[in-house]
């Protein structure tokens, strides 16, 4: 049975950096074809895709956040670490860490198993 | 960038067919997935690979996919499909990403 939890602060203040851990049981980061993803979601607004690190320790981020985005693995703890520099109040959200599946080369794949997600308030 | 668009809302009566329709802005479009969120809820993957129904997800949920425009179809819709709907894909330098959402409304 695959979970995943996401776990961090419910509040920072603007330009602090953020740092969620999303702590999974039931696969393994190093099994081929698998990836974590974090996926974040303002009230009453849109999913938003952020970063996805795959098994073979590639990483992908949402172009409009790159440069403020870094995810990590842990595959001995199995945990994977996401870290979003320069928070401002429009980065409050529910923040989602999600199992992945790869189908192509390219990369392109899914999430089959979400955590509940945790809300991230930004405000001084 | 890539994008997905979707229609805001759909409304249907108990047991009418839905459709909610996923544009992908470019070629080649990627394989699609569809998610379900319920209020206060996390997603729950109801279509992956265009058109494939994972295990447990009823059978009135089936996607298609033609050029560049991607439908999830919900036939006999139930009071309990009443929620969001996401669709996602990934574009062809590996950027996953998610249409804006439709709020399936049923009368």
């Known amino acids: 049975q695959i979970t995943l939890k996401e776990s961090g602060p419910t509040l920072v203040k603007p330009t602090q950096t953020l740092t969620l851990t999303c702590t999974f049981s039931?696969?393994?980061?190093?099994?081929?074809?698998?990836?974590v993803g974090w996926i974040r979601q303002p009230p009453g607004k849109a999913l938003e895709w952020l970063a996805l690190i795959y098994w073979d320790d590639d990483e992908r981020y949402s172009p409009s956040l790159e440069s403020r985005l870094t995810i990590t693995k842990d595959t001995s703890k199995n945990q994977v670490v996401l870290t979003m520099t320069n928070m401002d109040p429009v980065d409050t959200a529910t923040y989602y860490c999600?199992?992945?599946?790869?189908?192509?080369?390219?990369?392109?794949?899914?999430?089959?198993?979400w955590g509940q997600g945790t809300l991230v308030t930004v405000s001084s | 960038s890539y994008e997905l668009t979707q229609p805001p809302s759909v409304s249907v009566s108990p047991g009418q067919t839905a459709r909610i329709t996923c544009s992908a802005d470019?070629?080649?479009?990627?394989?699609a997935y569809w998610y379900q969120q319920k209020p206060g809820q996390a997603p729950v993957l109801v279509i992956y690979k265009d058109s494939e129904r994972p295990s447990g997800i009823p059978e009135r949920f089936s996607g298609s996919s033609s050029g560049t425009t991607i439908t999830l179809t919900i036939s006999g819709v139930q009071a309990e499909d009443e929620a969001d709907y996401y669709c996602?894909?990934?574009?062809?330098?590996?950027?996953?990403?998610f249409g804006g959402g439709t709020k399936l409304t049923v009368l």
């Open positions: 470019a070629l080649p479009k990627q394989n």
């Open positions: 039931g696969f393994s980061l190093s099994t081929s074809g698998v990836g």
């Open positions: 999600a199992h992945g599946i790869v189908t192509t080369i390219l990369g392109a794949g899914y999430f089959d198993y």
């Open positions: 996602q894909s990934v574009d062809s330098s590996g950027t996953w990403v």
